[in-house]
């Protein structure tokens, strides 16, 4: 585990986004593994600024993220789906078919995981994987309790997490109770994975990850068994005020 302490939020977008501008320019055909919620906001504003300035192409780029609620089309403006055009795909010269979220309104949502989970193997495994963190340690919708041998799958959502999410709907009933998630194996197919924790509301899950073993309880644990896992926290996560 390769760990780096950064004073704020933004310094910690600043290294995120190094990371993924460094492996475009590296592979103009990179596999990137993306996230939604707050944290990645920072590292996306860069990468899009870095677009503009220095024109890094992602024209032959690949993206695939990590999650998306069932029932909810890509016009629902909670969707991931959503959240991915405004604050990422429509920035750049990235193409819509190389952009893969998973479709929380398929018909049938375990045919629907088995494509997902094909298409990363088809990619050979993506190259850089970002990811948050929820308080309770999840990566993904993966809960305390998911096993570490779990592929793309249908998750119940806890009350915890629909509540805490809630802050990107109208109101807390609207949220879906259930999402597709990428599984912890998935992710671990990775070949890079990349952490962010920012903030004191992580401050708990933080301490957990660097201080407990590895535990199917807490899933971001599973991370500290990747080669090349590399953890970017903030001061404020650090110290918990
Ligand atoms: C997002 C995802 C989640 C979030 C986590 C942290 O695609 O899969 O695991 O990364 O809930 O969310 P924020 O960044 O909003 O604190």
Redesign the pocket.
């Known amino acids: 585990m390769n760990i780096i302490e950064v004073e704020s939020y933004e310094e910690m977008s600043e290294k995120a986004s190094e990371l993924f501008i460094q492996k475009v320019r590296n592979n103009p055909n990179a596999k990137l593994g993306l996230?939604?919620?707050?944290?990645?906001l920072g590292t996306y504003k860069r990468m899009i600024a870095d677009y503009k300035k220095n024109g890094t192409s992602y024209k032959n780029v690949t993206t695939v993220?990590?999650?998306e609620y069932v029932g909810l089309s890509k016009k629902h403006p909670s969707s991931?789906r959503y959240y991915m055009n405004e604050r990422f795909y429509h920035h750049l010269n990235l193409k819509q078919e190389n952009a893969h979220v998973p479709d929380g309104t398929a018909l049938d949502l375990t045919i629907e995981c088995e494509r997902y989970e094909s298409l990363i193997d088809q990619l050979g495994g993506l190259d850089i994987q970002l990811?948050?963190?929820?308080q309770n340690g999840?990566?993904?919708?993966n809960e305390p309790g998911t096993s570490f041998d779990s592929l793309t799958h249908v998750v119940e959502l806890t009350e915890n997490t629909r509540e805490v999410n809630g802050r990107f709907f109208q109101n807390r009933e609207e949220v879906p109770t259930k999402a597709i998630t990428m599984g912890i194996a998935s992710i671990l197919k990775s070949k890079r994975i990349v952490l962010l924790i920012s903030g004191k509301e992580k401050s708990q899950a933080l301490h957990r990850l660097l201080n407990e073993d590895v535990t199917e309880n807490f899933p971001a644990s599973a991370l500290k068994k990747h080669p090349n896992f590399t953890l970017i926290y903030d001061k404020e996560a650090w110290k918990g005020v």
Do not use: R, V
């Open positions: 996230a939604t919620g707050s944290t990645p993220n990590l999650d991931y990811l948050g963190i929820g999840h990566i993904g919708f």
